[in-house]
T-cell receptor
Framework: EAQVTQNPRYLITVTGKKLTVTCSQN?????MSWYRQDPGLGLRQIYY???????DKGDVPEGYKVSRKEKRNFPLILESPSPNQTSLYFC?????????????FGSGTRLTVV | GEDVEQSLFLSVREGDSSVINCTYT??????LYWYKQEPGAGLQLLTY?????DMKQDQRLTVLLNKKDKHLSLRIADTQTGDSAIYFCASNSGYALNFGKGTSLLVTP
């Protein structure tokens, strides 16, 4: 089944403790992206990647890092999480032309930073 | 990025039609999408319309596109309680998708 898999689904952590949220897709998509979703703010893009070793900042990149060493994986790294990073995070992938299929989204990771 | 605007809330009675409206600013968008997000789940592509089309119908869903006014609408016929969800409008800008903030649809019995 074509899908984007994120782990973990839920995570509670403490301020300052480094964490990684993994994202993997099995569709051979070139493009991958991370979003955060907050009430009243909709979806905001954190980082995106056009292909292996090619990443760029989205609208809200502060406090996050990403890497794209393999085509299928695009982990999101929070080096020193803070409470304002409490949010619902989504990974998405697509072909570079996007087209009729749009983005395929993962099921989300709900992160709480205390 | 480019703006996509949609109303935040809509409440309808079960069996009625729902109409969710959206406006976008990127005149170069070739595809426009509607995504559905159910509670606790990710976004699922509901339908899309190519920019040279005026209308697309898919079972209970009808998408209308007014490209001149950059206005998109999603009509859900015979709305059911299972249609209660957040609906996102999105337009493409090359490889990027610009999303609206989402419309929360509440269907009451």
């Amino acid at each position: 089944e074509a899908q984007v898999t994120q782990n973990p689904r839920y995570l509670i952590t403490v301020t300052g403790k480094k964490l990684t949220v993994t994202c993997s897709q099995n569709m051979n998509h070139e493009y991958m992206s991370w979003y955060r979703q907050d009430p009243g703010l909709g979806l905001r893009q954190i980082y995106y990647s056009m292909n292996v070793e090619v990443t760029d900042k989205g609208d809200v990149p502060e406090g996050y890092k990403v890497s794209r060493k393999e085509k299928r994986n695009f982990p999101l790294i929070l080096e020193s999480p803070s409470p304002n990073q409490t949010s619902l995070y989504f990974c998405a992938s697509s072909t570079n032309t996007v087209g009729a299929y749009g983005y395929t989204f993962g099921s989300g990771t709900r992160l709480t930073v205390v | 990025g480019e703006d996509v605007e949609q109303s935040l809330f809509l409440s309808v009675r079960e069996g009625d039609s729902s109409v969710i409206n959206c406006t976008y600013t990127d005149s170069s968008s070739t595809y426009l999408y509607w995504y559905k997000q159910e509670p606790g789940a990710g976004l699922q592509l509901l339908t899309y319309i190519f920019s040279n089309m005026d209308m697309k119908q898919d079972q209970r869903l009808t998408v209308l596109l007014n490209k001149k006014d950059k206005h998109l609408s999603l009509r859900i016929a015979d709305t059911q309680t299972g249609d209660s969800a957040i609906y996102f409008c999105a337009s493409n800008s090359g490889y990027a998708l610009n999303f609206g903030k989402g419309t929360s649809l509440l269907v009451t019995p």
